[in-house]
């Protein structure tokens, strides 16, 4: 092969491109394959509507935690709402200290009002709240997928 | 019966090929002819066996691999990587199995030991400047098993499946998830679900004990062969180019 024949590519040089350029869709295919597999389709996680029972169960002026479903339910004087309990900080479970008044976090700190509101950081933003609503058996549902607006009170 | 006697046998020269002898050609054929020493040159400076060169600090930190890979194999004979089994087994290695307390506790304290010596091996051979040409791909090499080594303990750290482990998990993720526009993409993927769960614990035991330490053990052997390749171990700025 001529050293100075640069507008004829060689036979070899073909071969590579294609060798190449075939190895680069299967590397391709195979990170889409990869990243399909490895996100799972179906989860067996809780459902985010958790059942927090009757209303009666919450006094007028109380904050309770449900540890399980990581929430609380305040029936406070304008009515029911509920919080997530999770900081949002890096995600850690929040305690209700009812001596204190507050909600604070274990793992950095942080502390929240019974309305959710941030007190003290390092959390970036206050306690998200929930969808609350009664069911037709006149229980306390809470959408933990579902974050609205605060001071949405829910009257029973 | 002498040890030469043993070595002389027919067996063990077929293993061995010719082995060592009194001879540089000889001993140097010993290294080359095995698939381990290979990796290492079949020359030193005698400046670069002395304590003060190294610390011998990349030699403690391998061999703190090697008890973690030995104790993390026992230890796997009786973990069951699932959320109803995990923490009561790490408790049957703690209080029912015999000897389990010392090898739970010589995985955990060489875990915490290789940590620390990976970052004085790195400190050590930052301030002597012997991450410079002519070896800067094994700087590189090195910095990439600090994070495989970081990797194994923060994979490790979940599975006793304590409350500790599981928050240091929790708080793990959720930082990862703050990368820019992947992060929560990323977070789903480690995690094989939204929260730390029997998704999480399976696939960070796969990392922890077959994915990480496959690629450690690889990326090793690169950043020996290197050292011979890059012209031995940094004795001093004397050094001949």
């Known amino acids: 092969m001529a050293e100075d024949d640069k507008t004829q590519p060689s036979r070899r040089d073909a071969f590579i491109k294609i060798g190449v350029g075939a190895v680069g869709v299967c590397c391709a295919g195979a990170a889409v394959f990869g990243y399909s597999y490895l996100s799972p389709n179906v989860l067996y996680e809780p459902s985010p509507i958790a059942n927090a029972g009757k209303p009666e169960r919450y006094p007028r002026g109380s904050v309770t935690q449900d540890l399980q479903a990581g929430i609380y339910i305040v029936h406070g004087p304008e009515g029911f709402y509920a919080l997530s309990a999770t900081c949002t900080h890096l995600g850690c479970l929040t305690v209700w200290n009812a001596d204190l008044g507050i909600i604070a976090c274990p793992c950095h700190g942080s502390k929240f009002s019974e309305q959710g509101a941030k007190l003290e950081g390092p959390a970036p933003k206050g306690l998200p709240w929930l969808k609350v609503w009664l069911s037709d058996e006149g229980e306390l549902l809470v959408d933990r997928g579902t974050v609205i607006p605060p001071k949405q009170y829910l009257r029973t | ?241």
């Open chain 2, 1 to 241: 019966m002498t040890i030469q006697d043993i070595r002389d046998t027919r067996i063990w020269r077929s293993v061995f090929r010719g082995g060592s002898g009194p001879n540089n050609l000889r001993r140097a054929m010993a290294i080359q002819s095995n698939v381990f020493l290979h990796l290492a040159s079949v020359k030193a400076r005698k400046r670069a066996l002395d304590f003060s060169v190294t610390w011998y600090l990349g030699t403690l930190t391998f061999g703190t691999f090697l008890i973690l890979v030995v104790t993390g194999i026992l230890l796997m004979l009786y973990y069951h990587p699932s959320v109803p089994q995990a923490y009561t087994d790490m408790k049957d290695l703690q209080f029912v199995v015999s000897t389990g307390v010392f090898l739970r506790n010589l995985h955990r304290w060489s875990a915490h030991t290789m940590v620390f010596l990976v970052f004085a091996h790195m400190f050590k051979v930052f301030y002597r400047g012997a991450y410079r040409a002519s070896r800067e791909f094994n700087w590189v090499i090195g910095v990439v098993l600090l994070i495989v080594t970081l990797l194994l303990s923060y994979t490790g750290y979940l599975l006793p499946w304590d409350q500790l482990a599981y928050w240091a998990i929790t708080v793990g993720s959720n930082i990862m998830s703050a990368v820019p526009l992947l992060g929560q993409k990323f977070r789903f993927m480690m995690l094989g679900g939204n929260t730390v769960n029997a998704n999480a614990l399976l696939r960070f035991y796969v990392l922890h004990c077959v994915i990480l330490p496959v690629t450690a053990v690889l990326l090793v052997a690169v950043h020996f062969w290197r050292i011979r390749k890059d012209g031995g171990l940094y004795t001093g700025h004397k050094e001949s180019q």
